[in-house]
């Protein structure tokens, strides 16, 4: 059966604890040994293009990179079509898209034979979710994942596709999630990778106060204000965003031994300022590196790896 990962919601337990262990397990270089995984971008990249074609190099495979100016997807050729000419010549395609149905599209165009990988779209960011597991259980858990559970992570600032995907794992975990942003850019019960559909799982909160949201935090989670795609909307942003700045003032009111988290790229002084995103609290680099973890862990699960 051809495996796909698209959003962490379409996974089930058991698959998502394969994945967290063959993130971390020992590994060789025979798992895509002669094999081409085909990485598409239909946005800009710099943590996802490296980790996904580091992962796959160690793993023994190789990539090729196409570009939205290459492909032009619904403009020069219908995602379909590039979905079937990939099909041809890659068992494993990777995307960043800017339409989450251009997946569901290129399953049905290829009869459901290629496997596919979200490397993010406006609905969800499940590679992201995975690191950001990783990194918090290495910190709190010594790498495992089933014993973060009670823990406390805050998101503030404007709910994206990143939080969707991160509520979505960690809630799975049994952590409790709550999301501290200003009417307009909350999370809604709506779409694919929607953590508000969640029973027998952790506390789901939402909150208007970024103060109460971080308060008994103890991670606290950012990410850009202003999306790729949105930049006409920076300035009304800017200005609806900024009481939820994660600042020195935001982490006094959160405990001393709070740690934070930012998915990248960083808008330096506005959802965040430096010396927080560089300072002794940070676990931003650490993300970075589980990166490459995680899509070790999703490439090895697609390949039915046993370990």
């Known amino acids: ?80 079509d590039v979905g079937r000419t990939l099909n041809e010549m890659y068992a494993i395609a990777a995307l960043r898209v800017r339409n989450h149905a251009v997946f569901e599209r290129m399953r049905e165009a290829t009869s459901d034979r290629m496997s596919l990988i979200n490397l993010l779209s406006n609905a969800a960011h499940p590679t992201q979710a995975v690191a950001d597991v990783l990194t918090v259980a290495e910190y709190f858990a010594d790498g495992d994942v089933h014993a973060l559970a009670g823990l406390e992570v805050a998101y503030v600032g404007d709910a994206t596709n990143v939080t969707r995907s991160l509520a979505e794992a960690m ?7 709550t999301v501290g942003a200003p009417e307009g850019y909350q999370l809604s019960d709506e779409g694919p990778e929607n953590p508000m559909s969640l029973t027998d799982a952790g506390v789901l909160r939402l909150t208007d106060s970024p103060y109460e949201a971080v308060k008994n ?9 202003v999306s790729m795609g949105l930049e006409d909307e920076t300035a009304r942003r800017r200005e609806d965003l900024v009481g939820f700045r994660v600042d020195d003032v935001l982490l006094a009111h959160a405990k001393d031994s709070t740690v934070v988290m930012h998915c990248l790229p960083a808008h330096r002084g506005d959802e965040i300022t430096n010396d927080v995103l560089d300072g002794a609290a940070s676990l931003v680099w650490r993300q970075v590196f589980h990166r490459r973890t995680a899509m070790i862990g999703v490439l090895r699960w697609i390949k039915e790896e046993t370990s």
Do not use: C
């Open 171 to 177: 809630l799975r975990l049994g952590v409790n999630v």
């Open 1 to 80: 059966m051809t495996k796909h990962f698209i959003s962490i919601e379409e996974l089930s337990d058991r698959d998502l604890k394969s994945i967290y262990h063959l993130a971390r397990a020992p590994i060789d270089d025979e798992t895509l040994k002669g094999q081409g995984v085909a990485l598409f971008f239909e946005r800009p990249s710099l943590r996802t293009r490296a980790s996904s074609s580091s992962a796959v190099h160690e793993l023994g495979g190789f990539t090729t990179f196409f570009s939205d100016d290459e492909i032009g997807l619904d403009v020069r050729e219908s995602a379909e």
């Open 217 to 225: 935090a103890d991670v606290i989670y950012t990410d850009a204000w």
